[in-house]
């Protein structure tokens, strides 16, 4: 009984000791947790990448916390930065292509005012040939328009006599003077190689003051 007795109170000291030397370690652990000097943690103290978006208090970070031009566009919204202004227009690429049109100039001096013109015709009048006779295959004829005296030409045509589906018409032009004309003259040929024929009567357009 005196053996178990003393193994006993030999055991119950050193269990004592181990619980006295356990409350010590935490209660200075605990103490260095909750009592940290202020400023005291820095960035020594952090562990590398252990600071996330969860540990950041909500809009904590700011333009003053961002390193200068370290931002990229794709790191903003769609429409979070304004476009710049127009660029100036290229120069023609290789295809040939010119840019925008550019200003229009400044509109020129009037000139002087001519002279007044002649006064102008107020008679006009449509005249026709005699007309031509008809013509058979691979043959030509032609017809000529006049004009009255003191009349002048200012324009002409004509219309087809007999098979006009075979006509083909070479001349529909003024003659006489470049500058006041008093003939329409009209030719055609007949390009069929049967009995068809072909007629032609001219008309001219003439003017008198």
Not at 63 to 83: E, M, T, Y
Not at 93 to 119: C, I, L, S
Not at 145 to 172: D, I, K, M, Q, W
Request: net charge positive; proline share 5%.
């Amino acid at each position: 009984m005196k053996r178990i007795a003393g193994v006993r109170r030999g055991l119950a000291f050193a269990n004592v000791m181990s619980v006295i030397a356990v409350f010590i370690a935490l209660g200075g652990a605990s103490y260095a947790a909750v009592n940290l000097p202020k400023n005291s943690v820095g960035t020594k103290q952090l562990k590398g990448k252990s600071v996330g978006k969860k540990q950041l208090k909500g809009n904590s970070v700011n333009s003053n916390k961002v390193k200068n031009f370290s931002l990229q566009a794709n790191d903003f919204k769609k429409g979070q930065i304004p476009s710049g202004p127009t660029g100036p227009v290229g120069l023609p690429g290789e295809d040939g292509q010119m840019g925008a049109t550019g200003a229009t100039g400044f509109t020129g001096v009037t000139g002087p005012q001519g002279d007044k013109g002649n006064p102008g015709a107020t008679n006009v009048s449509a005249r026709y040939g005699p007309g031509s006779a008809l013509v058979g295959a691979s043959q030509q004829t032609s017809d000529t328009a006049s004009c009255n005296p003191g009349e002048v030409a200012t324009g002409g045509g004509y219309f087809l006599t007999g098979n006009a589906t075979h006509s083909r018409v070479y001349n529909n032009l003024a003659e006489g003077a470049a500058e006041a004309p008093t003939q329409w003259m009209v030719s055609v040929y007949n390009d069929s190689d049967a009995t068809a024929s072909v007629g032609v009567t001219a008309r001219v357009n003439c003017s008198a003051p």
